[in-house]
DNA sequence: CTGCTAATGCGACGAATGTTGCGTTAAGAT
DNA sequence: ATCTTAACGCAACATTCGTCGCATTAGCAG
């Protein structure tokens, strides 16, 4: 389950697909042409950057706006705040053509899955987690976080439906409780508790969530 | 595994202990008397009104200042930021007589931590949440959280002693997995996904983590 | 190329957020 | 009761944050 990807060599892409920044998205005809993609990507780029010096709790409009070179009034008429920013920038992160990845067995897609999401949370600066402190302060936040997350553990289910066909897991077993047993420890130390958790630690609980289902402790309801 | 108590009755216990506010902890003779604690107690009272009414992205310290009755500068002072007021109440709210319930089985122990997670992250206002959400902003917040939850999963890990001590489960079974594994799911539905979680929910991970111990799926190392 | 206008730039403004210096109050010691 | 001084109240100040009206730039159509 991958974090969008670090937006770095995205951000080039706006330019091209100029897609719609903030939130206006009336009916009539827009301007999506080269300036206005120039700027989104400028000022995602700024918003990246920033993350990486200051962190989340650094990042103010102004200094996006500075160091984009694009005007303080242009940042708050597009973006609004600094959260909008960011799940602007996780819009643009977002892969939409992930799926997870294919191993042979449960436990290998388990343990892949959990890997994506460790690099994720691990990396610095993690958007991942910039994302998770800005749900907290708006509900825009909150509702592009939980957009996210809902896509990828619905992806993600197919993990669990290959193991069914393979005859590795009961038929009835709960896909969205395994995904949660295998993925919710890595999110619960790293980000709440902040503690160090190594790649190895991850791939246990990717196990130990495989060995329960296999036990057919995982069953629905 | 409690949240902190819902501090509204020991706001009143403040004037009597005086503990220290704020941060400046300096060795020499403080003022812990009765007008500070009084102050202390107001504006903590106040903290807590101000998170029901508007929740963590609209508490300010002016509010704050204004309900209590007390100076903006006096809180400014002793407790520099709204994430400082948090951290203090949190303190404050902290039980430290706190011990997990003893069931008798290894299950219901579990069941019985989860539900008091639950309970605390699902009640309103809750100063769990408002904590994590501070967490992601401030270092101090960050480490008055990771040492309250330390501290809370230290306490829990008897239970999975007492298991070991009826021959519920291996002797070497990894306590701290074990609590992870029945917890975690509930802070992350509930916290970073936003998804609704019953009670029932929650007892299901409990029992999911104690089939898993009992299976021998989680053992050290 | 020319006209239209969405998007940006610009400066000024008001509001919210923190800070500082100093006078006042009251806790704790004698 | 009196003295000392930590803690608080107060007002003025500085800074940051977000908004507004208007001028300018540059897509896009004809």
Redesign the pocket.
């Known amino acids: 389950m991958p974090a969008p990807r670090n937006a770095t060599s995205a951000a080039a892409d706006a330019a091209v697909t100029g897609a719609e920044g903030g939130d ?1 998205a009336r009916g ?9 993609a ?3 990507a400028d000022v995602l780029a700024a918003v990246e950057a920033e993350l990486a010096e200051h962190g989340y709790d650094g990042l ?3 200094a996006v706006a500075a160091r984009s ?6 940042v ?3 973006w ?3 959260d909008g920013l960011l799940v602007d920038l996780l819009a643009m992160g977002a892969d939409d053509s992930w799926i997870p990845a294919e191993t042979g067995t449960l436990e290998g897609d388990l343990v892949e899955l959990n890997r994506e999401i460790h690099a994720s949370l691990t990396i610095r600066p993690s958007l991942t987690t910039a994302v998770i402190a800005a749900s907290f302060r708006t509900p825009e936040a909150a509702n592009a976080l939980h957009g996210f997350w809902k896509d990828r553990y619905e992806r993600s289910a197919i993990v669990i439906a290959r193991a069914i066909d393979r005859g590795e897991i009961p038929a009835d077993t709960d896909a969205h409780r395994v995904l949660l047993t295998a993925t919710a420890p890595l999110f619960h130390q790293l980000t709440l508790l902040r503690q160090d958790l190594s790649e190895a630690d991850a791939d246990r609980y990717a196990r130990d969530a495989a060995r329960a289902a296999k036990a057919g402790i995982l069953r629905a309801p």
Chains 1, 2 share one sequence.
């Open positions: 206006d009539e005809r827009a301007r999506p042409g080269g300036r206005t120039r700027v989104r103010t409009v102004d070179g694009v005007h303080r009034t242009t708050y008429r597009r609004r705040t600094v």
